[in-house]
């Protein structure tokens, strides 16, 4: 492991950056190019090592392979997100709706499939560290009995907890701060996702299933509804 650290001439010094990637030649890519954009970098080639250093040093950004040698991408980032709330980008060959989803599900928070251009990468790693600056000041969203917790992530239905994965309460806070405004499926993957996952799949309508199962037990109204054709609204029945 090496640990780099430069700052732009003058400026600020730069968020921390952890990559974690075992083939050399795309590790010096991106910590280049991380580097000329005043961020401070450090590079790590294994899952373990990442961990450990992600620990005695919590960085504001993890990059992470999938493919790693030892414990994969995807156990790296379960462990990472058991431990705390950094943003994670996962880098992945894999183009797969399905792997995209574990990822997500892991706890990453974004997903960027190899060969990707360093503009592109730059340009996410920024709206992950706007996204986390926003998030670090926390506010309790309302609608009818339902309540959402940014700073925690947890929601109560009346004074029921319920538990929200990273992209159920991404998906949640995005209705609750426009209710009764119709959101179309576009607009959630743009502002859930990030990136478009293409036309055919159905992710929307698997998250809005996880939500109404969390969100409506017990006879609780519907507060998710289909327009169909177009997409969701919350509203009250
Ligand atoms: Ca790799």
Redesign the pocket.
């Known amino acids: 492991m090496k640990a780099g650290d430069a700052a732009k001439g003058g400026t600020m010094a730069g968020e921390r950056i952890l990559i974690i990637?075992?083939?050399e030649r795309i590790a010096q890519f991106v910590e280049r190019g991380m580097i000329y954009e005043g961020f401070r970098v450090s590079v790590a080639r294994d899952g373990k090592s990442g961990l450990d250093f992600a620990r005695d040093n919590p960085p504001d950004l993890v990059i992470l392979?999938w493919?790693?040698p030892g414990l994969d991408g995807l156990e790296v980032c379960k462990r990472l997100r058991a431990a705390s709330g950094v943003a994670i980008l996962m880098l992945t060959a894999k183009d797969d709706v399905r792997d995209r989803v574990e990822g997500l599900e892991a706890g990453a928070d974004d997903h960027l499939v190899k060969p990707f251009s360093i503009d592109e990468l730059i340009a996410r790693v920024r709206a992950l560290l706007r996204r986390a600056t926003k998030a670090s000041q926390p506010e309790v969203l309302r609608f009818v009995d339902l309540a959402l917790d940014t700073g925690t992530h947890r929601a109560f239905r009346d004074k029921r907890a319920i538990d929200l994965t990273t992209k159920e309460y991404e998906l949640l806070e995005l209705f609750m701060r426009n209710p009764r405004q119709v959101l179309t499926r576009d607009v959630i993957f743009d502002r859930v996702w990030g990136y478009d996952f293409g036309g055919e799949s159905n992710i929307i309508e698997v998250y809005v299933r996880y939500l109404r199962q969390k969100t409506e037990q017990e006879g609780e109204n519907r507060l998710i509804h289909t327009v169909r054709g177009v997409g969701y609204v919350m509203r009250e029945e």
């Open positions: 990637e075992d083939e392979d493919m790693l």
